[in-house]
C-alpha cells in the first residue's frame, strides 16, 4: 500500500537471468499495477509471459525518458500506479529513470523499491576482493580515450571497483585497466545466475589473457593499495597508540588498516621499519 494512499511508482528488481530467483512480491506488483514502463517492453513480455502476467506495458528508456516522465506523471495524477523495470536487475543501476524518480518526488507521490537480484553485489560476494568499501561505477565511456581518463581519475581510490561492460569491449576494458591502474588482484564474471556463469579469478595481466567471450560482463578489480608516505606516518602513529592502550602489535596493525582499508602487509612492514631505525 502506497504510504499516502495515492497512485505510487513502483521500482521493481528483475532477475538478471534465473527467472526462479524472482520473488513473489515482484510478482504481486508486476500483476497488481496499471502499467508495466519497461526499458524494452520485448525483453519484459518474456518475464510476464513466464508467470501469465497480463498487465499493460509501455516504453521508458534512454531516448524517450523526457515524454516517457511526462505520460507516466499523468498517469499517477489519475490514480494509476506504475512499475518501473529495467531488462534485468535494478532499474537506474546503469540503466534509465534518475529523470523519472526526481519528477516523481517533485510532484509528491510515494516511490517503492520491490527488492530483487544485481549483478554488481552478486560479483562482488564471491570474487575474492575485499567488500566493506567499494564503488560501483557502472560502464565506462566507450571510447577508450575518455575511459582513460575515468580510470585515471579512480587510480588512486582504495575501494574496490566494480564495472559493467558489454562483450565486445571486454578485452579493450582490461587491457586498458591493466594499463593504467597496473596489474591488481581483479575477478571477470560472466553470465550471473544462468547455466554459464563463470568466475575467472587472478589478476588484469591474467585476464587480459582471456578471449572470446560472450554473455554479461562484470568486472571487480582491487582498488589502489598504496600509501603516501606522509599518510603511512600518521596510519604509524594511530597503530602505536592501540599499542600504547593495550593492544598486541598485529592486532593493531589489523585493526587499523581495517578501518583506513590499507594494506596490512605494508602497514606491518612500515611498522617494523619504523621500529629497526628507532633501535638504531
Same mark, same amino acid.
Not at 508467470?51 to 534512454?62: G, L, M, P
Given at each position: 500500500m502506497p504510504l499516502n494512499h495515492k497512485a505510487a511508482l513502483f521500482l521493481v528488481a528483475t532477475p538478471i537471468g534465473n527467472l526462479s530467483e524472482v520473488s513473489q512480491r515482484c510478482l504481486d506488483v508486476l500483476k497488481s499495477?496499471?502499467?508495466i514502463a519497461c526499458e524494452d517492453t520485448r525483453n519484459t513480455q518474456k518475464l510476464l509471459s513466464h508467470?501469465?502476467?497480463?498487465?499493460?506495458?509501455?516504453? &521508458?528508456? /534512454?531516448? $524517450?525518458?523526457?515524454?516517457?516522465t511526462k505520460g507516466i506523471i499523468k498517469l499517477l495524477e /489519475? #490514480?494509476?500506479?506504475?512499475?518501473?523495470?529495467?531488462? =534485468? *536487475? &535494478?532499474?537506474?543501476? %546503469?540503466?534509465? *529513470?534518475y529523470q523519472l524518480v526526481n519528477e516523481v518526488i517533485g510532484c509528491g507521490f510515494d516511490i517503492i523499491t520491490i527488492s530483487g537480484p544485481n549483478a554488481a553485489l552478486n560479483a562482488?560476494? =564471491? %570474487? *575474492?576482493?575485499?567488500? !566493506?568499501? &567499494?564503488?560501483?561505477?557502472?560502464?565506462? $565511456?566507450? #571510447? !577508450? %580515450?575518455? =575511459? =582513460?581518463k575515468e580510470l585515471e581519475a579512480l587510480k588512486s581510490f582504495p575501494y574496490t571497483l566494480i564495472f &559493467?561492460?558489454?562483450p565486445h569491449r571486454i578485452e579493450k576494458t582490461i587491457a586498458l585497466a591493466l594499463k593504467i591502474l597496473g596489474d591488481r588482484k581483479a575477478c571477470l564474471a560472466r553470465e550471473l545466475t544462468k547455466i554459464h556463469e563463470e568466475y575467472h579469478r587472478g589478476t588484469l595481466k591474467q585476464l587480459s589473457e582471456l578471449h572470446d567471450l560472450k554473455g554479461e560482463m562484470v568486472l571487480i578489480v582491487e582498488g589502489c593499495s598504496e600509501v603516501k608516505k606522509e599518510d603511512m606516518g600518521t596510519l604509524l602513529q594511530k597503530v602505536n597508540e592501540l599499542i600504547a592502550s593495550g593492544y598486541r602489535a598485529k592486532e593493531a596493525? %589489523?585493526?587499523i588498516a581495517g578501518i583506513y582499508d590499507v594494506s596490512r602487509n605494508s602497514l606491518y612492514d612500515a611498522y617494523l621499519e619504523e621500529k629497526k631505525q628507532g633501535e638504531k
Open positions: 499495477v496499471d502499467v508467470f501469465d502476467i497480463h498487465t499493460r506495458t509501455i516504453t &521508458y528508456h /534512454n531516448f $524517450n525518458e523526457k515524454d516517457s /489519475n #490514480k494509476e500506479s506504475v512499475a518501473l523495470v529495467s531488462d =534485468a *536487475g &535494478y532499474p537506474l543501476i %546503469s540503466d534509465p *529513470g562482488l560476494v =564471491a %570474487s *575474492g576482493l575485499p567488500t !566493506s568499501h &567499494y564503488l560501483f561505477y557502472g560502464f565506462l $565511456n566507450p #571510447k !577508450s %580515450s575518455q =575511459a =582513460a &559493467y561492460e558489454a596493525i %589489523s585493526e
